[in-house]
Structures are given as structure tokens and as C-alpha cells.
């Protein structure tokens, strides 16, 4: 995550007590390629993650929400020449998976800056049913509990969207 990381947590301080970004108790990441089998591949690599942490039973909500939200990514984010086995070397989605005691935030960041889900905004569930694109996001609203986006700053371009789950002891 580099220098970004405390940028990309930043949304995540919205109407919960604070969290210093220093005080993560587990990170991991993945870079995955622009192929739809990567989904997969991040499905195995949140299953892996969730197991070191003792968080086996949390796995099925988070995995759902990470497919989507990779799926997402390499779906609408990707230009058509980034997308294929041709693609360039350096994967262009991340999935970041970060614990604190408290909480879980999935995070997918992408090389576009568009909104994600077009038309659906997590303030007007109701009113996004009917929509053609979005339902993805429906699901990620509906299992975790809150998401959001935000463009990157800095040396990193596009976006990052990202899905919180509270930890109960």
C-alpha cells in the first residue's frame, strides 16, 4: 500500500470511533491479474487470510463481498486492452484485506476514477432495486457493514473500494 495506505483508510473513519492506521493487527495483499479467474483466485486468497486470523466464520459474507467487488473491478474499471492474458505485467487490481481488533476492511483498488455502480448509491438502497448495473453492490451493502469508494492520491491513479465488517468477540 505504500505511502497511500492511511489515504485509503481515510473514508473508513466516517461515523465510527477512530482507528490509527498504524495499529493494524494483520495485513494482506494481493495483486491480481485481469482475467475473470482471478475472482477465484482472490476467493482462495481471502479464505487463506481469514484462517491465520482465527476468522473462519466470517469467510462466506467476505467472500461474496470481495467476488463482487472484484468482479467489479475487472469488469467495468479495466480498459479492453488491459483485460486478456496479454495484458501488461503489472496487475492493475489489488485486493487488500486489513484487521484490527474491531473490524475488517476488504479493499479493491483499480486504475479507473469513475464512481463505481454508476447510477446506485449505498444512500438510496430502495431506489436502486430496479437497476440494470449496481446489484453487485446491492449484495456488498447488504453483507457488510458499510462501504464506500475513493479516488487515489498521489504516485497511484484510479480508485479503491472498499467493504467493512465489524468484529464481535
Not at 97 to 125: I, K, N, Q, Y
Not at 154 to 162: D, S, Y
Request: aromatic share 8%; glycine share 8%; proline share 8%.
Amino acid at each position: 500500500m505504500g505511502t497511500n495506505g492511511s489515504t485509503m483508510l481515510e473514508p473508513l473513519r466516517q461515523g465510527l470511533p477512530p482507528v490509527d492506521p498504524t495499529a493494524v493487527s494483520g495485513s494482506a495483499s494481493c495483486a491480481l491479474p485481469a482475467r475473470f479467474d482471478a475472482v477465484r483466485g482472490a476467493r482462495t486468497f481471502t479464505r487463506s487470510t481469514l484462517s491465520q486470523w482465527g476468522l473462519d466464520e466470517r469467510f462466506d459474507d467476505v467472500a461474496l463481498v470481495v467476488s463482487e467487488l472484484v468482479t467489479n473491478a475487472l469488469r467495468h474499471a479495466l480498459p479492453e486492452e488491459l483485460r486478456g492474458p496479454e495484458a501488461e505485467p503489472e496487475p492493475p487490481v489489488r485486493l487488500h484485506l486489513m484487521r484490527w481488533s474491531t473490524r475488517l476492511v476488504c479493499a479493491v483498488r483499480d486504475p479507473s476514477e469513475d464512481r463505481p455502480g454508476g447510477a446506485f448509491s449505498p444512500e438510496r438502497t430502495e431506489e436502486n432495486i430496479d437497476l440494470e448495473s449496481g446489484r453487485g453492490l446491492f449484495l456488498v451493502d447488504s453483507y457488510s457493514d458499510s462501504w464506500g469508494w475513493h479516488p487515489l492520491a498521489g504516485r497511484l491513479t484510479g480508485k479503491v473500494v472498499w467493504a467493512l465488517f465489524l468484529l464481535h468477540d
